[in-house]
């Protein structure tokens, strides 16, 4: 399965950004997908992830309630809405494939490149 972000960008302080990713070669419907996001210096933490039906979601704290995750099967396609975004949210985005939903990076199996998103203050 290969996957490509796309829809980073420059964003001031309190705006909004969709991520998206779209997933080709392989069952991409019978996969969990999860975002996962990585500043410089620092390790990749989870943002959010979605089951392969969509009827299930989690969220770390740090972006409940601001970032939705969503996914299109028909498309091939899952999404970030992020909205109120912080200087902290900066970082490459990076959305990943894997069989069980899951908050550890380790439990997934494909990735993407990454996309980068700037907040400015």
């Known amino acids: 399965v290969e996957m490509e972000e796309s829809g980073g960008g420059l964003v001031q302080f309190g705006g909004s950004l969709r991520l998206s990713c779209e997933g080709s070669?392989?069952?991409?419907?019978?996969?969990?997908m999860g975002w996962f996001r990585q500043a410089p210096g620092l390790e990749r933490e989870f943002v959010a992830a979605i089951s392969w039906s969509g009827g299930s979601t989690l969220y770390a704290d740090a972006v409940k309630g601001r970032f939705t995750i969503s996914r299109d099967n028909s498309k091939n396609t899952v999404y970030l809405q992020m909205n109120s975004l912080k200087p902290e949210d900066t970082a490459v985005y990076f959305c990943?494939?894997?069989?069980?939903?899951?908050?550890?990076?380790?439990?997934?199996?494909?990735w993407g490149q990454g996309t980068q998103v700037t907040v400015s203050s």
């Open positions: 070669g392989g069952p991409f419907s019978t996969y969990a």
């Open positions: 990943a494939a894997g069989t069980m939903l899951r908050v550890a990076f380790e439990e997934y199996s494909y």
